[in-house]
């Protein structure tokens, strides 16, 4: 159980800059740190830099082109801005990308077994892990068989999850899990979140629009705005203030206000 | 209508009068057909991994055969020059990825094709340059393949069975049931399925593309050292192999890019069909119809099949 007093940072990011193509500047320092076994949320809007921020971290930008230009990431104490994503995964990081990206020809179980690529361990061990992600996810068992370009955007979302856990990892960047999936079933997949925290000891970092659910599941959270943190602090507290009410969770003083009031108010009023 | 007949009906009375030429026809064809079916597999593994269409595959082909008869020729035990070749496939492989695939990643499909015909010339000259141009003939005997040919009597007359073409059939054959296993079952198989399927996905869960990009091109290597072997035994080791290698292109458009068993079948297909017409319908055109049949096939297909029988399913989910 996560415990707010006592904690330990696994990851650092301090004050990165990204740059994608040499020319478009997407995080302008960012700052924050992912404290063992807690939750911690990235919240923002669309192009603020929520997915470049997890992308800087597991090492996927460079295969987008995309530059860690300033700045430094430290994982357990070291500097891994210049590891590949294999070894992040092999260090116990490993990001699931928004939108699932399942393999989709092939099976749920053959997705999941690929996230054991980087393993050592025998065939026993994997088989272990396979038992633990159908025990999470009975849906999966029931669905091993089929394509996983088949099955329904919960069940891909749920796939994508399992094929990290897959890799028994440490900490999980998850990017947008809530994307395009019913209520009921962001509920379902944070409580799996919540568990996976609470019973494997997975840190997670989580990126979302979905402020709401995301606030009343993580520990912590971090508000990003084209490119900057521009604010900061425990969940409870951010779920409290005045400005994120305003701003992310559609609510005004008076209870829920009208989405062009907001936007009318929101030219006035700005951060920074 | 005497060329209707000439056509729809002397062929096939020419078969039934004398089924033992047909089942010549046949077996050559089969021959043929597995050895494209192999050679389609090479294209089929790199397109699957990298999205490349592997316009060097056919050179590939023939350097190996070319590097096989040339260490021999320096006096080099047959067997060792195999592990030779086998070695200068993976330095290739390594180099390929290397020099290539590394600084082209995420780059444009056409970018990496017409990076493999650049390639594909590359290796002609330093082949040249190396091994000459001087046609040569395979070493398949002293490898200690069976030469010669047994002659079989059936369906009232006989059937020729050369002893290399029974070889090509078996290895070839079991080169295509191990790399389809290795495909379908094994961790790095499932790694290059996943590869195929989604580049970022599979580097999210760890898989190292650059490690997947060598295995291919190496055994794209080994599958041209098989073939190059056969078809050098067939005719001669020289730059006329190509030709015969880029057959795989009409292999590939019927069986569809991105399937194994469509490689196999589609080899098959233009082995067998290619044989057959050459035999039958070959004579009133003038003969050698062989160099172009595969490709009028292939445009039929593209026409009311560009997928190809086995090709890629769109997935679409509603």
Known sequence: MFDEKNTETVLEVSNIEVVYNNIILVLRGVSLSVEKGGITALLGGNGAGKSTTLKSISNLLRSERGEVTKGSIAYNGDNIKDLNPADMVRRGVIQVMEGRHCFEHLTVEENLLTGAYTRKGGRAEVQESLELVYNYFPRLRERRKSLAGYTSGGEQQMTAIGRALMSVPETILLDEPSMGLAPQLVEEIFEIVKQLNEKENVSFLLAEQNTNVALKYAHKGYILESGRVVMDGPAKELRENPDVKEFYLGMSEEGRSSFKETRSYRRRKRWL | ?318
């Open chain 2, 1 to 318: 209508m005497e060329i209707l007949h000439m056509i729809f009906i002397a062929p096939f009375l020419d078969m039934v009068a004398l089924p033992d030429l047909f089942f010549q026809g046949l077996w050559d064809g089969f021959v043929g057909g597995t050895l494209y079916a192999l050679l389609a597999l090479g294209f089929v593994l790199i397109f699957k991994a990298s999205g490349v269409f592997n316009f060097s595959q056919p050179i590939l082909m023939v350097l190996a055969a070319l590097a096989l008869v040339s260490f021999y020729e320096m006096g080099i035990n047959p067997w060792i020059s195999v592990a030779l070749v086998l070695l200068l496939m993976y330095a290739l492989a390594f180099g390929v990825e290397r020099v290539i695939l590394r600084n082209l990643v995420n780059q444009d499909g056409n970018i990496l094709f017409m990076s493999t015909i650049g390639l594909t010339f590359v290796i002609i000259g330093a082949a040249q340059w190396i091994f000459g141009g001087v046609p040569r003939s395979m070493i398949h005997a002293e490898l200690g393949f069976p030469v010669g040919s047994s002659e079989w009597p059936m369906f009232g007359g006989a059937v020729y069975f050369e002893h290399i073409d029974i070889s090509a059939v078996v290895l070839a054959s079991s080169l295509i049931a191990i790399l389809a296993v290795f495909f379908s079952k094994t961790k790095i198989g499932r790694g290059l399925r996943a590869v195929a399927d989604d580049h970022q996905a599979a580097l999210s869960v760890g898989i190292s593309l650059n490690q997947i990009w060598v295995i291919v091109w190496f055994v794209a290597g080994i599958v041209a050292l098989v073939g190059g072997l056969f078809w050098g035994a067939r005719s001669d080791v020289s730059f006329a192999l190509q030709i015969i290698g880029l057959k795989a292109l009409p292999v590939l458009i019927i069986g569809g890019f991105t399937s194994v068993p469509g490689a196999i079948i589609g080899g098959l297909i233009i082995g067998l069909g290619e044989k057959i017409f050459e035999i039958y319908w070959g004579p009133m055109m003038g003969g050698s119809v062989e160099g172009w049949f595969a490709y009028v096939i292939a445009l039929v297909f593209l026409l009311f099949k560009p997928q190809g029988l086995f090709g890629e399913k769109i997935i679409e989910r509603v």
